[in-house]
């Protein structure tokens, strides 16, 4: 039986919170950002939530996270 494996793409872009929730950045801040508003890109800060729709998906590629 071969090995369960993490997706080497989702363990760098989601982190599992100790309530279970997952957690990732915000996208559309890396480029492009001249044309952008400084509140916008402000808003973009930080990390947000993923909805919980999603959260099945992650939990395939990531069978190790405890969630």
């Not at 989601?14 to 309530?19: D, E």
């Amino acid at each position: 039986m071969p090995k369960m494996k993490t997706k080497s793409s989702a363990k760098k872009r989601f982190r599992v919170r100790p309530g279970g929730t997952v957690k990732r950045g915000q996208a559309f801040k890396r480029h492009i950002l001249t044309k952008k508003s400084t509140k916008v890109k402000r808003h973009l800060r930080g990390s947000t939530g993923v909805h919980e729709t999603d959260t099945g998906r992650i939990k395939q590629m990531l069978p190790f996270a405890g969630l």
